[in-house]
């Protein structure tokens, strides 16, 4: 069983320093000891947890990856049907270098709300790939992949960060499926974003209104460029191109071989100087491709504008108590912003109440996970929701119109945080990354990097909660008491 579930030597992007690893190594058999009541109680959480999935999801399906993926992204939606949709995945596989590591496209098959049989989506097992994940294509990337972004405007173009200074662009309907076999030569990126001084490895971000794409490093820099140039006209346009169809819709200068330096390259549009340490994740302004905002490991978030040069528009100094890991603009109200933390919390910055002299304080901090938070995520069918994964496994689901509401008062549990309303339990590893579908509401993917528990591998997960939780609380009610004089009627019949 060895083969199938290997090792990976390094764990999620948050490299752990090399003192921690020297005190790991030197930690007698008590540490040991520790980790097995961990493992214990993450077990009983797990089977408690699964025990209530038929109540609480509408749809679930669980895909053990023999290999970790640290991102995961929808791609555009590829056919509607009766009960369920079908749509792309994106997806990696960071390997041990015994085969090369690779970025996955898969298609996915999203089955529509109140289809599926509550006995049916308990009964899955954890070893087993899901019937509904099935692998389309497969493209052998010059290093692991650390996150993938798709672009708003064509979702079949995406680019990647892996640990260089480049981000890659590729097409990934006009790429060749290639077969991972060690000493398979790379695949060949369409186009190359050159400018980081050392390596880019998360903060990546494609632009909802123009074709940009931003990108932060280790180089304490932001930096932007455009793909406008090497983009034809059928990018923009969709339905010019039908998937799969032959050819690039990024134009191509010059021929070469397998490396991926010998592919097209361009340089940025600008580079943004303000932080004190590594930009872990950036963000662009809803409505404005000239807006971005950094968060990095100096505990900064940092907003830009374009227009009026490269220094920092706004600079909070202390937006947490530790590292930044990760920033969201929400695109309903692009005054707000999240950011997460390796000090467990989520704060919500109004960007209104934000000043250049350093000083703003969170409209909110959200404080329900137990280990630094990696993942940050508005949700896009409605404005005040969102989402965040973390070290300790768990996915939040957070209200912030619930914060100090009555009603919630009323049903919240004792020492639940303010705003949760839901909680995803079913990864028992850190969650790395989630991504909410906007092509059908309420659904989200996510993955978890087991490297920790379950000797290797990961964990995909597709899942929507049942819309009794989210529902107005009126049209539930009004919905479960017809459901109950349905059953009366029904039990009373002879």
């Known amino acids: 069983m060895e083969a199938s579930s290997p090792q990976v030597p390094k764990k999620r992007g948050r490299k752990p320093k090399p003192k921690e690893d020297q005190q790991q190594q030197s ?6 000891e520790g980790k097995k009541a961990h493992q214990h109680s993450v077990d009983d959480k797990y089977t408690q947890w699964k025990s209530l999935v038929p109540v609480l999801y509408d749809w679930l399906a669980n895909h053990n990856l023999v290999w970790p993926s640290l991102s995961c992204r929808w791609g555009p939606q590829l056919e509607q049907a009766t009960y369920k949709n079908r749509q792309r995945l994106y997806l990696s596989e960071q390997t041990d270098g015994s085969v090369p590591n690779t970025l996955v496209i898969a298609n996915c098959e999203v089955v529509k709300s109140r289809v599926a049989a509550a006995e049916h989506i308990s009964q899955f097992n954890e070893e087993a790939r899901s019937p509904f994940v099935k692998k389309y294509k497969t493209i052998i990337h010059p290093g692991e992949v650390n996150r993938i972004r798709e672009l708003p405007q064509n979702s079949k173009i995406v680019a990647t960060h892996t640990d260089s200074p480049d981000v890659l662009i590729w097409d990934v309907e006009a790429q060749p499926n290639r077969h991972a076999v060690l000493g398979a030569t790379n695949s060949r990126p369409d186009l190359i974003l050159t400018g980081h001084q050392d390596n880019a ?44 169809s032959g050819g690039s819709i990024i134009k191509k200068a010059g021929d070469g071989n397998d490396k991926a330096t010998d592919g097209p390259s361009i340089r940025p549009r600008g580079i943004y100087q303000g932080h004190e340490d590594t930009v872990e994740d950036v963000a662009f302004c809803p409505s404005s491709a000239q807006e971005f905002c950094s968060v990095g490991d100096d505990s900064c978030l940092i907003l830009w504008d374009a227009r009026g040069g490269t220094n920092p528009a706004i600079k909070v100094e202390k937006a947490h108590n530790a590292d930044l890991h990760c920033v969201d603009w929400n695109p309903h109200d692009d005054n707000l912003i999240l950011t997460g933390s390796a000090d467990t919390s989520v704060c919500m910055f109004d960007r ?54 009555k ?68 049209e539930v009610l009004a919905e479960l008491e017809k459901f109950k004089s349905h059953v009366v009627s029904c039990a009373s019949k002879p």
């Open 201 to 244: 490895e998360f903060a990546l971000a494609m632009c909802p209104t123009e074709p940009y794409v931003l990108s932060g490093g280790k180089d304490k820099s932001v930096v932007l460029w455009s793909i406008q140039d090497h983009i034809t006209s059928s990018a923009t346009d969709p339905a010019t191109k039908s998937p799969g």
């Open 352 to 405: 209104r109440n934000l000043t250049s002299n350093g000083v703003g304080s969170p409209v909110y901090k959200f404080e329900g996970h137990k280990a630094a938070v990696l993942c940050v995520q508005w949700s896009p069918d409605k404005a005040s929701v969102f989402g965040s994964s973390a070290e300790d496994g768990l996915l939040n689901i957070w209200d912030y119109e619930k914060v100090g509401k």
């Open 27 to 32: 930690a007698g058999p008590k540490m040991k």
């Open 407 to 474: 009603s919630e008062r009323l049903t919240r549990a004792p020492n639940s945080p303010a705003g949760l309303f839901f909680q995803h339990a079913g990864h028992r590893d850190k969650v790395v990354d989630f991504h909410w579908n906007a092509s059908d509401p309420w659904t989200v993917v996510s993955v978890s990097d087991d490297c920790d528990t379950t000797g290797g591998g990961g964990t995909l997960q597709i899942w929507r909660m049942s819309d009794l939780i989210y529902r107005p609380e009126d």
